[in-house]
């Protein structure tokens, strides 16, 4: 199970409370009735679906029931950062995984073996 | 390839069993093929076998990054039923059980199809009316699928709980006498035996980093860790990591990446005869003939490619296990591991064509593929070798997701997904 620190709450809590909300920094359409059907299938069907970094929704639904944003390692389901909703995609580069990890998978575990 | 039969297994006991072949062989890869098909699972080596069984075409190589069979080919629940909502579903669906039924015969290879049926528990009116029309519809499909009382389920399937105090009581349940359950190891190596005895190359270990493009767009072949090879028609096979292998042809698929977990039991004599399935408290159970409890859990809720998942959704479905069969509280698990499924926005599969030319798909199967493998590798394997679909599965296309003509089994599915 997942610890996931809500930026609003200011603390860790557990995967339990969260809901995942889907990609993160996507521009909902407002002109959907003109959007094109190739426009259309872009915004609601495809997706990236990243393997390793991706930025993502969350919501503290059994918290404080806001949303906000991560960047996670979908490889290691690592967290790299949580941060506000609204605040712009953060320099992954100056991060590093929280010092207590989250989760420790066999992938993670193994790509950490020196 | 020597045949397997009683004779051979009475002929290499009377000499030691030193006469077995390998069951296929491991070649060097060729720079060029007719057909690449990437991934060796099941639904891939059926897609080899098919291609040269039925169409002919031999020079095929099937390349996977890992070992053969090592996917969700190995990682499953093993059920099989065909017991869906729409048209296009149970076209598909029973194609495939229809081919399960003689596989064993037609591979030279026990794959230990056992029609035990498939019985889906309903606990409240919702469910019961969920199911009728299920049942209905089926018939009107010529598939079987019939109702049951609580008593006849029980009589079915003898440990089952259907007391009025239960935590969740049953008000009746649908049974699928022909599905059942099949050895998962034994699908992916009797295509795998099958289609190399055709002349078909599965080069194991092979991870494709690149598909290589001619300059009118077309399909020229992959690159992998072990050099570039080749082919006029490619065929993406990959479960789980088909939108890493699609986007190197620069093809966004509708497709999101979810951890899924099973589980065995310690072995125990013969206690449990059929598959049960319950979609409003999410179980699903059997036993293995090696005597295993076989448990398949739910999806975790977010998007993951780690091969395990939460303990949390192992446990709520044991909770429901032990309330719906309270023999098994006192029951050892053994084993837990995860796979990952590639899931669609409304729950069926795609195999079909792709905007690039040469370039072929079958995924999207989400957390039920082990059970569609014959039908979907018989039909994908047609659909590479005339450039068209079957007519089988000429529905499940990827522009399906631009016209608004989904095959929306998600609302309609019998298990939560």
């Known amino acids: ?21 889907g990609d993160a920094h996507i521009a909902r359409p407002t002109n959907m009735t003109e959007m094109s059907d190739e426009d259309f299938e872009a915004f609601f069907f495809l997706r990236d679906n990243v393997k390793g970094l991706t930025f993502e929704r969350w919501r503290h639904l059994n918290g404080c029931g806001r949303f906000f944003n991560a960047a996670r390692d979908t490889v290691s389901d690592k967290f790299l950062t949580t941060y506000k909703a609204g605040l712009p995609r953060p320099d992954v580069s100056t991060l590093r995984p929280a010092a207590s990890a989250p989760v420790e998978t066999y992938e993670a575990t193994e790509s950490d073996a020196k | ?57 031999t020079n095929i190589a ?10 969700n080919t190995g990682r499953n629940t093993t059920i099989i039923r065909s017991n869906y909502l729409y048209d296009e579903s149970a076209g598909i669906y029973d194609h495939a059980l229809k081919l399960w039924d003689g596989l064993s015969q037609d591979l030279n290879y026990n794959v230990m199809y056992s029609a035990r049926g498939v019985m889906m528990l309903s606990h409240n009116i919702h469910d019961q009316q969920v199911f009728k029309r299920h049942i209905h519809a089926n018939r009107l499909n010529g598939i079987d699928n019939e109702w049951l009382t609580p008593e006849q389920a029980q009589e079915f399937c003898p440990p089952l709980d259907i007391s009025r105090s239960a935590r969740y009581p049953i008000n009746g349940a649908a049974l ?38 001619n300059p009118d767009g077309s399909v020229a072949g992959v690159d992998t860790n072990r050099g570039q090879i080749n082919a006029k028609k490619v065929g993406v096979v ?40 319950s979609n409003t408290v999410h179980a699903y159970i059997s036993q293995s003939d090696k005597g295993e409890l ?21 446990t709520h479905t044991l909770d429901a296990i032990c309330e719906l069969f309270p023999i098994f509280r006192r029951m050892k698990m053994m084993r837990s591991w995860g796979g990952i499924v590639d899931v669609t ?42 450039d068209a679909p079957h007519k089988i599965n000429a529905p499940f296309t990827l522009e399906r997701f631009r016209s608004g003509r989904l095959i929306d089994e998600a609302a309609a599915a019998a298990v939560a997904h």
């Open chain 2, 62 to 71: 099937v390349l996977e990054k890992g070992w053969l069979g090592g996917g």
């Open chain 2, 345 to 386: 926005p409304d729950r069926s599969p795609i195999l079909a064509k792709t905007p690039v030319q040469g370039l072929y798909v079958n995924c999207g199967w989400g957390t039920g593929g082990f059970k569609a493998t014959p039908g979907s590798a018989n039909v994908f394997a047609h659909t590479i070798a005339n």
């Open chain 2, 294 to 314: 076989v448990i398949g859990a739910g999806t975790d809720q977010y998007s993951s490619y780690s091969q395990t998942g939460g303990l949390q959704i192992i």
């Open chain 1, 1 to 21: 199970m997942l610890l996931i620190y809500c930026p609003y709450c200011e603390e860790e809590r557990s995967e339990l409370e969260f809901r995942q909300g």
């Open chain 2, 238 to 277: 990959a479960a789980g990591h088909t939108s890493v292998l699609m986007e190197m042809a620069g093809v966004r698929m509708p497709l999101v990446s979810y951890p899924l977990q099973a589980l065995v039991s310690e072995p125990v004599k013969p206690i449990f005869p059929c598959v049960v399935m």
């Open chain 2, 176 to 213: 699928q006498r022909r599905g059942g359950t099949a050895r998962h190891d034994a699908v992916a190596w009797g295509y795998a035996r099958a289609a190399a005895d055709r002349g078909v190359h599965i080069i194991q270990n092979c991870e494709v980093t690149g598909i290589r493009r």
């Open chain 2, 1 to 57: 390839m020597r045949k397997y039969s009683v004779f051979a297994v009475a002929r290499e006991a009377m000499r030691g069993h030193r006469g077995w072949e390998a069951q296929w062989t491991s070649p060097e890869p060729r720079k060029e093929y007719d057909v690449i098909i990437i991934g060796a699972g099941g639904h891939g080596l059926g897609t080899a076998y098919y291609l040269a069984k039925e169409h002919g075409i």
